[in-house]
């Protein structure tokens, strides 16, 4: 019987193995994929281990000792690393409070736009600064900031100050100047997906919405909003599960010495640690300290909007 | 009767105007920096010294852009950059149409295990560090090809061109295998040609980020040769390093040219294809998102 069974599997194998060989082409074009995947994926992620070596760069990986938990020790007893963790959950705290609601207020409003030529010319136009490099996006801010900048033109003129202020090397500034730069930059492009949520909505529910007298903000607030839920709740959870991260781009362009106190986010950290200083070992301690984190996370959000609102990603 | 629906028109209409009011407000935000960067490249360099707000140039002068555009190191940026923008695009739209047409295979042996091991990565990375650590292990550091290996494949774009060719009728395929056709030669023959829409979204998609990206230059590139523009855009504008081109043009100028119009006309010089190509990339791209958006 056994031998049967066995003789049987292998026949089946062997049939794997010619239809495979068969597609021949069709693996061929896949197959290049997969090693890409393994070298610029799957390798990095092996290469996390080092956060338990003493690594240097000079020697073949496995020759590093094994150090245990103590670049996670090191870390845990650095104030700069708390910092950096207060100056991320802070600038991603104002991000999701603040920031969220915008592009779904934006998307809303534009919504009510009667004209289609004006609310598709709006549109064109709000997503325009997504696609200027942040170089150059944060090299107007930087001169508007600066001294004799618009900004201090603009607040001495309204009366709002007495005196110059430089706004980008006064810390307390900083979170601020990240959120509405972060505002100004991509509100029109995240409003893309809920415009595209609303434009799916069935007339028909408007129709008969107004029949029964509901005015505009009812018509919004019971129709439009609770249509596009799944699309805010879905986003939302990103949002949350990536508030460990911040957008390295614009940080890097903004940050400077002066602001280092509030601008060093745990990227930027990890940036400074390991490719400023060159403690490999140490960053990438962080790094899978942060990875561990993040999935929780993104495990938890996920669950909490599970149960509220039925939403979920997985 | 009469009354009370004049009322509610007012009301509306009082609403419609705030509103689009509001929608003004947004656009002029939007535009503003655009354009004050543009007039402010034109002034005549003594008048743009520290940027006030004004609406058009004081006095026309095209001297910030010719320092730009004499400038070696600037011009050598703008070549790379469109080098690794070229390269780059071709490459990553190549590669990764020709794995997700295998992929989109329904008959394609181990296609569960392939979506799995593309999944993982989804959810998991090495980060930073460790890719640091590979680049230069594999001789990628200072390299030029770090623009463009490392960026040939997303798993996004995969499953995006993947659930196009799904869309094409398999009919056409079948014609021209029983014509003896190789997969290959449907591929390309067949299959792209009629991917054309999606072929566009992906490569603007890929063009703009190669185009503003500075953050690989900053920690990969070491030598000057190989910048591209908007690394040396981020060198002289955050780092507030004195260019080659500044200390041309301060010879040249004397104190009369600040390094303030410079920057905006080489600001202007690295956003000026952007703008040109903004008509096709906001059509192609928001249809993109779209996509994607769905098959999220």
Known sequence: ??????????????????????????????????????????????????????????????????????????????????????NTLGMSAIKLALGFPIPILFALLLNEIRSLRFKRAVQTISYLPHFIAWTIFGGILLNWLG??????????????????????????????????????????????????????????????????????????????????????????????????????????????????RMAESLDLYIYNMGLVSGRHSFSTAVLFARSVVALGLLLLANYTSKKLSGESIF | MAMESRGRFRRIGLFEVGNTLLMLTVCFITLYPMWFV???????????????????????????YRVVFNDKNLMNGFYITTLRTVIGTAAHVLFTAIVAYGMSRSNLIGRKFYMRTALITMLFSGGLIPTFLLMTKLGLYDNFWVFVIPGMYTFFNMVIFMSFFRTIPESLEESAKVDGASDYGVLFRIVLPNSMAVIATISLFSAVYHWNDYYQGVIYIRTQDLLPLQTMLYKIIAE????????????????????????????????????????FIQRYLVKGVMIGAIKG
């Open chain 1, 1 to 86: 019987m056994k031998g049967k069974e066995a003789v049987k599997m292998s026949q089946h194998r062997s049939g794997q193995m010619k239809a495979f060989f068969r597609q021949w082409q069709v693996q061929s074009m896949v197959i290049p994929g997969i090693v890409w995947m393994f070298v610029f994926c799957y390798i990095p992620m092996f290469w996390l281990i080092i956060a338990f070596m003493d690594y240097s760069i000079a020697k073949p990986m496995l020759h590093s000792p094994l150090v245990g938990l103590k670049h996670f020790e090191d870390f845990a007893a650095d104030d700069r690393f708390w910092r950096s963790i207060r």
């Open chain 1, 147 to 260: 001294e004799g900048g618009v900004m201090n033109q603009l607040m001495m003129a309204l009366g709002i100050q007495d005196r110059e202020i430089l706004y980008n090397s006064d810390p307390q500034y900083f979170w601020w100047i990240v959120y509405f730069s972060d505002v100004l930059k991509e509100t029109g492009w995240s409003a893309i997906i809920y415009i595209a949520a609303i434009a799916g909505i069935d007339p028909a529910l408007y129709e008969a919405a107004e029949l029964d007298g509901a005015n505009r903000w009812q018509r919004m607030w019971h129709i439009t909003i609770q249509c596009i839920r799944p699309t805010i709740a879905i986003l939302f959870i990103l949002a949350v599960s990536g508030m460990l991260g911040s957008n390295f781009e614009q940080i890097f362009m903004l940050k400077n010495n002066m602001n280092m």
């Open chain 2, 38 to 64: 543009f007039i402010n490249s034109l002034n005549a360099p003594e008048r743009a010294l520290l940027g006030t707000i004004n609406w058009f140039p004081e006095a026309w002068s095209l001297d910030s």
């Open chain 2, 240 to 279: 507030n390093s004195m260019s080659f081109m500044q200390q041309q043009a301060m010879a040249q100028f004397g104190a009369r040219l600040p390094g303030n119009s410079i920057k905006f006309a080489s600001m202007m010089v690295a956003t000026l294809p952007i703008l040109a190509f903004y008509p």
